[in-house]
């Protein structure tokens, strides 16, 4: 049993005031570390079937608003504590680190809880739902000495390794552009997209606590495509395509170029809303982004997923989902070979590593994370209001007033930031 939980806490609270994270693991080195999940639908499942499978993890609790998916992974793990409140779950004193895997709209509440309660956080892609509240998220983990590592396991590829490498080894010349591609003709792109006759709404199933599930967001009738995976295509509730993919490959490009703590300063983007009026969040669109070292992001439908970095000497393409390489010339991966790894192993190590070694260090820390996720959010700024604008990465405000006043949305009581 894990007892150095209060001691801990009191090293990382003494650290809170310096810039890094983590503190010193003050369990014995082969203490299993306890693990709690909130969210245990598609995600959330497969982070809990791999601790499950690990040796030096113990699975202590598990939490999900809809019963269905709780008793679920109750099945697998028995002996954990299991609720449908994470006010409950994070607070314990026998966790020590929380996965997230809950909607999108939850994550920064959840979060920021976690954090206040001294747990280290693992928080599934994109950070938060805004940027308001990624912001409040980066305060609340800096402020408790936690560490955070963002879901976003493609960066955790050894082809992201290698093109970070290649670009900083100068191999492609100067880069000047970076093309993210996100194409949307999955079909359940295409569903959302052409949707025109959306099911009657209807009574929330047994077993799920619908009015926990809308949480901040305003109320509004159940409906089976409003919750269950297509909440990611509901403002309220997710960012559509750029947000749900567009983070994994708006994440690999500021990685490889070394943007992890800035963001774009002018934003432009153009979006076609979906065919009638049941999905708001845009699937189809362009845009194109300045960086202060004047670099283009430019980012459109054509594909496949991935990105292109554009260089005065080749150019070099990153396929998500695995990072897969290509280049041209060639010969620029001439003597590269990539292994075959499990990149949501590793990504998960990556917190688990930091939090034993006290080093803090992740590869997606809560700035990083939050970074990616602006530059997202900013993206569908511009679409809803039409406009371009310019950006402060610092101080996090636009010229627009328009944008400024949508930076965090108004969360219905009693959930506050
Ligand atoms: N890194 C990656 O490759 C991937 C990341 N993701 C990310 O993982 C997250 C979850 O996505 P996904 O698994 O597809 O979504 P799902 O809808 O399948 O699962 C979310 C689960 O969270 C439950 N839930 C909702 N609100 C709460 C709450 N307040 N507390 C506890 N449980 C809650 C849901 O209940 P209910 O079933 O009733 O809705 C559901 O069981 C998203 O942020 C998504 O972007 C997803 C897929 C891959
Ligand atoms: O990359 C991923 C696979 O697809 C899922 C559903 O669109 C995404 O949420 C996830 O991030």
Redesign the pocket.
């Known amino acids: 049993m894990h007892t150095s939980r209060r001691e801990f806490l009191k090293h990382a609270t003494a650290l809170a005031g310096v810039a890094c994270t983590g503190s010193a693991w003050a369990g014995a080195a082969n203490d299993r570390l306890n693990l709690a999940f909130?969210?245990?639908?598609?995600?959330?499942s497969g982070h809990l079937g791999w601790a499950l499978q690990q040796p030096d993890l113990r699975v202590v609790a598990l939490?999900?608003?809809?019963a269905n998916?709780l008793k679920g992974a109750a099945a697998k793990a028995p002996d954990a504590f299991t609720s449908?409140d994470?006010r409950e779950v994070v607070g314990r004193d026998d966790v020590d680190a929380v996965f997230i895997?809950?909607?999108?709209h939850?994550?920064a509440l959840?979060g920021i809880a976690a954090a206040k309660a001294g747990k280290h956080v693992y928080c599934?892609?994109?950070l938060t739902n805004s940027i308001g509240e990624g912001r409040a998220l980066v305060n609340a983990v800096k402020d408790a000495g936690v560490v955070l590592q963002t879901?976003s396991?493609e960066r955790s590829n050894p082809g992201a390794a290698v093109a970070k490498r290649l670009v900083a080894e100068g191999k492609l010349g100067e880069v000047k552009t970076v093309r993210i591609h996100l194409p949307n003709a999955d079909p359940h792109l295409q569903e959302v997209e052409n949707f025109t006759s959306p099911p009657p709404d209807r009574d929330p199933p047994a077993g799920?606590d619908y009015d926990?599930?809308l949480?901040h967001t305003p109320v509004m009738p159940y409906n089976e495509k409003r919750?269950?995976?297509f909440?990611?295509f509901h403002r309220a509730y997710?960012g559509g395509e750029i947000t749900?993919r567009g983070a994994?490959v708006i994440d690999l490009a500021h990685m490889i170029l070394g943007l992890d703590d800035t963001g774009p300063v002018r934003v432009n983007a153009v979006g076609t809303p979906p065919k009638g009026d049941f999905y708001d969040a845009f699937i189809t669109f362009r845009f194109e982004n300045e960086y202060a070292n004047g670099l283009r992001m430019i980012g459109d439908n054509s594909g496949p997923r991935g990105l292109t970095l554009e260089g005065t000497e080749g150019k070099l393409f990153v396929a998500v989902h695995g990072c897969a390489l290509s280049a041209e010339p060639a010969s620029l991966l001439e003597g590269v070979s990539l292994p075959g790894i499990d990149p949501y192993a590793t990504h998960r190590r990556s917190l688990l590593d930091a939090i034993r070694s006290g080093s803090g260090e992740v590869s997606a820390p809560v700035g990083a994370g939050h970074h990616t996720a602006v530059a997202c959010h900013l993206n569908n700024l511009s679409m809803l209001t039409e406009k371009p604008f310019a950006w402060d990465p610092v101080a996090e405000q636009s010229d627009s007033d328009e944008v400024n006043e949508m930076l965090t949305p108004k969360m219905r009581a009693p959930w506050v930031l």
Request: with cysteine; hydrophobic share 30%; aromatic share 16%.
């Open positions: 909130v969210g245990c639908g598609g995600m959330g939490c999900d608003v809809d998916h449908g994470f895997a809950t909607p999108d939850w994550h959840v599934e892609k994109p879901g396991h799920l926990f599930w949480g919750c269950h995976f909440w990611r997710g749900d994994h």
